[in-house]
């Protein structure tokens, strides 16, 4: 059975974290970092502050230390949003009634290396040469350009539908987290067919091994355009990718100098692209066999080399660890717990599993301090929303635009360092438009007929429709999209979600039901009051509105 908190919104430290949750998401970002949620779990043990016993504080401790703790369906919803995205009821099946320890493992050992969905034919296209482009007239260069834009905006909603499908989500998660560490992107990278296969080697190196997916990353194509590596030869050194490698996917800053970098950079060059098929080759006659000093090591090092140095080196493992706890745990690391997670990763060979098993199975993972502190990423949001009410869909298309409207866009990070997260996803503008998508999703139940906008599906008009609502304000982002590609087909089965919990949309919720749909819908308690005579769908509704429901 569930468990049941009672209604803590009047308490005095509920008001203090709904305030600070509040400012966060209408104008203070910061200020969530301060303030620590009322998890349900915590409010229904009586987690109120003050003169509690030091037993009880220290008994909860022992308890969630031990990695034997059975997972209601609570602590299965927390891990599986954590380390994927929000779970359907299915999923939580699989998962409620085995210890931590079972879960992590469950999880870990069935992780993918390849996508489900099948990738567009054109990834397998080959590069125009140079001598195509050349000879390419003024229109259809313009017409080239369209067709790139409009094959990245159907890569993205590959990856969607990917993860959408996926019956690994952590294997998505991570693969979005190296698309953020190694970042490479459209502005730099103008054919996708590169970007794509950049994700097929993120994908398959999600789980694996951290220092052989170093070393592929770096020769990898979008990699060696989108830091200039290409251009980097003997006598002519560019100190762009050299730099970028210390420190934002290894060792981080203030662990090297000037000089690593520049010696560093000179190893790096003979790494190359063929002009015409924009694929690695090694260039020999490039490459700078000189001697160099890197973080106090000497030798005629090549590119390879220089990466094993980064590797040996114990600040790499805890870089990494740190970036995976800010991810999964919180936005606050703790070096004293961060450190043991990082030897074990440094003593693996950077297993990325082995990291994440320390993670997933630290006391920090399953603190109530940590849960519900963390933003949901807008892609976390989009795809979370979607499967957790099993939203029926026809293109993933509109989706790809909501989460670029919301900050994210896939395969075009904002610049070298990627998105910083966190707490800067939510704003008043991204707030609202969040709040448009679960409302246009309200109105796309199978009570009603599916969500169309702005005309019928297939018109002829539909690619020209206008991007305002008849109030004259800027329709919502999932609108326009589903508009421009006359198409429309989400479907919200509300009746049969709701039946899980024993309710209707039609009907009124009892207290005990209204905590249930809590539980299934927040992370706590919800900020803001909502009507107590509200039917299971406005009530729904209301919970996927509150300003609790941008966190995990």
Known sequence: ?????????????????????????????GALAQQRPVHAAHAARGGHRGSLAASVTATR??????????????????FLTRAGFAPDNAELAQYAGLTREQAVDRMLATTRTDAI??????????????????????????????????????????????????PSPLTERMTLFWHNHFTSGQ????YPQRMAQQNMLLRRHALGNFG???????????????????????????????????????????????????????????????????????RADQHDDGEK???????PFDGDQVLDILLARPETATFVTTKLWREFVSDTPDPARIEPIAGQFRASHYDIKAALRG?????????????????KSPVEFVVGTLRAFDIGYD???????????????????????????????????????????????????????????NGPAGAKGAASASHTTAAGQASPPLQRAMARGGQGGVRFDIANWLAHYNTSPAAKLGLSAELQLQHAVLPFTPVDAIATDSTASAYLEALLMDPAYQLK
């Open 395 to 453: 293109n993933t298309a509109p989706f790809a635009a909501q989460t670029r409207a919301l900050g994210e866009n896939l395969f075009y990070p904002p610049n070298v360092k990627g998105w910083p997260g966190g707490t800067t996803w939510i704003n008043s503008s991204t707030l609202l438009a969040r709040k448009q998508f679960v409302e246009q999703l309200f109105r796309a139940t199978e009570a009603a007929a599916p969500m169309r906008m």
């Open 212 to 282: 052989e997916m170093l070393h592929d990353v770096a020769k990898d194509p979008a990699m060696l355009q989108y830091l200039d590596g290409a251009s980097n030869r003997k006598g002519r050194p560019n100190e762009n990718f050299a730099r970028e490698v210390m420190e934002l996917f290894t060792l981080g800053e203030g662990h090297y100098t000037q000089r690593d970098v520049a010696e560093a950079a000179r190893a790096y060059t003979g790494w190359s692209l063929d002009p015409d098929t924009q694929t690695y080759v090694w």
């Open 1 to 29: 059975m569930m468990k049941l908190p009672r209604h803590v919104s009047g308490s005095p430290w509920f008001v203090v974290s709904a305030t600070a949750l509040a400012a966060s998401t209408y104008g203070s970002p």
């Open 359 to 375: 993670l997933f199975l630290s006391d920090a993972f399953w603190s109530d301090d940590t849960r519900g502190v963390l933003v």
């Open 187 to 190: 502005d730099k990278v103008p």
């Open 61 to 78: 401790a022992a308890t969630a230390e031990n990695a034997q703790s059975i997972l209601d369906l609570d602590d299965a919803r927390f």
């Open 117 to 166: 969905s099948p990738l567009p034919e054109w990834v397998a296209e080959p590069i125009p040469t140079r001598a195509e482009r050349s000879a390419w007239s003024t229109d259809e260069r313009r017409e080239q350009q369209r067709l790139l834009s409009q094959r990245y905006e159907l890569l993205r909603a590959w990856w969607l539908r990917e993860m959408l499908n996926t």
């Open 293 to 299: 000093t890197v973080l106090g090591q000497a030798g």
